[in-house]
């Protein structure tokens, strides 16, 4: 069992940065790990996944932009985002399992454990 807490999340002008955190309540360090998002009237879709070995898979739209990474000292998983367009706004949550495929890093469907999420908003 894992709960997840996301932070970070606030309001942003374009072009602009932000890093979110999602603290886990157990050790991390071989789980697969994920942020994903969901805008209002669309689905959730994955942003960006992290395996047990540090195999990390982005979604296109954020390549370049954003950066995942964890600290498995502090039970922690990062999203660094960097040049933050309007289309990026969005409930960002992070999610985890104990095993995935590489394949299966960006699929919702393969995680078992959710957070609450944290609101991202970015205006133009």
């Known amino acids: 069992q894992r709960q997840l807490v996301e932070s970070g999340g606030g309001s942003v002008q374009a072009r602009g940065s932000l890093k979110l955190s999602c603290a886990a309540s157990g050790n991390i360090g071989s789980f697969c790990m994920g942020w994903f998002r969901q805008a209002p009237g669309k689905e959730r879709e994955g942003v960006a996944g992290?395996?047990?070995?540090?195999?990390?898979r982005y979604a296109d739209s954020v390549k370049g932009r954003f950066a995942i990474s964890r600290d498995t000292a502090k039970n922690t998983l990062y999203l660094q985002m960097n040049n933050l367009k309007p289309e990026d706004t969005a409930m960002y949550s992070c999610a985890a399992n104990p095993s995935c495929a590489d394949s299966w890093l960006l699929l919702p469907p393969k995680y078992g454990y959710w957070g609450q999420g944290t609101q991202v908003t970015v205006s133009s």
């Open positions: 992290i395996n047990g070995d540090g195999t990390t």
